[in-house]
């Protein structure tokens, strides 16, 4: 019989709970107590909802980040915040944001602020961790106490639990050594401390701990390869059995590796690996566990059960009880639960599962496998039917737009000029300043507006009032941006519920959930798109916005546009045809918006392309494919516009510098990126590669409500000043704003506009 196992469960939870008890506890309107009793609750509830299963995971939970987690549990912390006052969970805050709760500061000067850990994405997901620091000096010691309270817990909820980490290997990669020494000679130093734990939770009664180690998808040069054989010889100590698990990708070279190591079971993601399983069961020895991942934890269809039984019966048959099965990854990346939507279309919610329909699956499948098919006849046909209704629905193809992809060539993706050409059009018609200074397109989120559009949403107001209400708040910020003195204004996308979201309910292929929220970080959650079908637009989706915003100044106003990859790579895509074929769908249908803003007279156009690294795949050697047809899809969305329009794009937390030389092919006329957290450090690339165009490096952290000074912005500045020429450097944030309130908004954007009249009088 399978055993039936979860590699993680979102802990948003299904209402956002977690988000909102964060952000009350951030803003002093809650206490501690009331935080971790919200946490409490939601743990509780999500092991009552993974009660089917024969084990459970257990330290999944975080009140911000996992990655975070582990370095808390490794006593792996920043030393600007090792002399903290005040509570733990205070000092995890700051690590995360720059600070904690308001209230808990203002006792010592040392607690009042200090720079927030480095943020990234998790391998190519929207998911964001802190990233570990590191120096040579770094020392670790355990600190159990969350993972083992909540131990406690589940053991008290009658729950079968299986304690998740992150493995010691793939932890030390994720970070990054301040001082740029090895990180590998560290792991002697952290291998006993991961012992101390496991040994830890062996005195807890624990018999299977889930250890992850992702990083053996992607490439590995021998010393990495090597440490992977060091720490599971480190850590074979007999106290528990530990299940290695991978996903995200093929392990390819390094699948015997894996087969070799020191543990009892290994879990391979059967999703992006499904080639590998038979070379998996055959290099593995015969007393260890196979978990595969047979769900898709990344995407929300429904798994096509008859398929997958196929393939998994006679390995059953081969395995017996030695067969693990459970979602590809963690499930921290999907919705939890489809059963709260009432609104969502009948049609396409037929062919969804979110996180606990996904449990039913493995349920299902598990029972087939032992008791046979006709045990679960029902559930087999129910899903049998939806998989067919979905392939043959006239609903996901449309021919007029598989025509028009057809019938793109090179010439579509090419601007007219290069771009020595372009840039002094561009400066005679803008007749912009020495260190220009813009935002990246969105302004504060008010009460008044979530208000308004939860009215019109509810039909308490008629389009006419809505459309009012928005133009109130557009006609705030330009004044706000007018009296600060920036020099290229935005609308504030007052209207725009998310940036995706947004161009999403007004292009055909798209559907929308109620409640279908996924972490992107901390309390920051999104609601991403259902891409069903083929992609066109109706009409135009921005113009009459952005074109009242340019009716009340006369500063240039920049035109904010999502760019077709990060709408794909945030949306819920369809896996039935190549995402490539999907982009470009994108693409002609957002270069159908920039032509039009480009007729309706507005002369700077944002197109963002935030999520275009994480698509990359997770091996180097399949970059290129990825990126041909990415970047060619930006082009294609942008390059239809005369010279003298300016073309912008925007990125925020990557690493780029591996990069560097396709978002050059992008030939955005002004590229601006995230580099306030990393103090630059993405600018590095420059050292080696001569970027041609105009760049904005974020000189404003908006992920944190600490306010940079005038002094900090011109420092960051003058080091960009001494990799690229003056002339061609922008002032900006890193990232919209959002997320961020006016009276933390105006004194930051007011630091950064006096930054820029310094610069101008001293940088030459």
Known sequence: MATTHNLGFPRIGAKRELKFA???????????????????????????????????????????????????TLGNLPERVRDFHGDAL???????????????????????????????????????????????????????????????????????????????????????????????????????????????????????????????????????????????????????????????????????????????????????????????????????????????????????LEAVLAWLEPLAQTLGDRLWIAPSCSLLHVPVDLGGERKLDGEVKSWLAFAVQKLEEIRVLATALSQGRAAVAADLAANAQAIAARRASPRVNNPAVKAAVARIDAALGRRKSPFGERTGKQAALLNLPLFPTTTIGSFPQTKEIRLARSQFKAGAIDAAAYTQAMRNEIARSVREQEALGL???????????????????????????????????????????????????????????????????????????????????????????????????????IRGEVLDLEKAGIRVIQIDEAALREGLPLRRSQWREYLDWAVESFRITANGVADETQIHTHMCYSEFNDIIASIADMDADVITIETSRSAMELLDAFDDFNYPNQIGPGVYDIHSPNIPTEDHIVTLMKKAAARIPADRLWVNPDCGLKTRQWNEVIPALTSMVSAAKTLRATVS
């Open 90 to 304: 205070d000092n995890y805050f700051r690590v995360a944001r720059g600070r904690s709760a308001k209230g808990t500061e203002d006792h010592a000067a040392c607690c009042g602020g200090v720079a927030a850990g480095e943020m990234t994405k998790w391998f190519d997901t929207n998911y964001h961790y802190i990233v570990p620091e590191f120096d040579a000096g770094t020392e670790f010691k355990l600190d159990a106490t969350r993972l083992l309270a909540q131990l406690a817990e589940a053991k008290d909820q009658g729950v079968k639990a299986k304690p998740v980490i992150i493995g010691p290997v793939t932890y030390l990669a994720l970070g990054k050594a301040k001082d740029h020494s090895d990180k590998l000679a560290l792991l002697p130093r952290l291998l006993p401390v991961y012992a101390d734990l496991l040994a830890a939770l062996a005195d807890q009664g624990v018999k299977w701990v889930q250890i992850d180690e992702p990083i053996l998808v992607t490439e590995l040069d021998s010393t990495w390869r090597d440490a992977f054989v060091q720490a599971y010889e480190a850590l074979n100590t007999g106290a528990v059995k530990l299940l290695l698990a991978t996903y995200f990708g093929q392990l390819k070279e390094n699948l015997d590796l894996a087969a070799t190591l020191r543990v009892q079971g290994i879990h391979l993601d059967a999703i992006n690996a499904r080639d590998e399983v038979d070379a998996l069961v055959r290099a593995l020895p015969a007393d260890r566990v196979v978990s595969l991942g047979v769900v898709n934890g990344r995407n929300i269809w429904k798994t096509d």
């Open 22 to 72: 964060l952000e009350a506890y951030w803003k002093g309107e809650s206490t501690r107590d009331d935080l971790v009793r919200v946490g409490a609750d939601l743990r509780a509830r999500h092991w009552r909802d993974q009660a089917g299963l024969d084990l459970a995971p257990v330290g999944d939970f975080a009140f911000y980040d996992q990655v975070l987690d582990m370095s808390f």
């Open 487 to 589: 020099d290229v204004l935005v609308h504030g996308e007052a209207e725009r519920n998310d940036m995706v979201e947004y161009f999403g309910e007004q292009l055909d292929g798209y559907v929308f959930s109620q409640g279908g929220w996924v972490q992107s970080y901390g309390s920051r959650c999104v609601k991403p798109p259902i891409l069903f079908g083929d992609i066109s637009r109706p009409k135009a989706m921005t113009v009459d916005w952005i074109s009242y915003a340019a009716s009340l100044t006369k500063k240039p106003m920049k035109g904010m546009l999502t760019g077709p990859v990060t709408i794909l790579n945030w949306s819920f895509v369809r896996d039935d045809q190549p995402r490539a074929t999907s982009c470009l769908q994108l693409a002609l249908a």
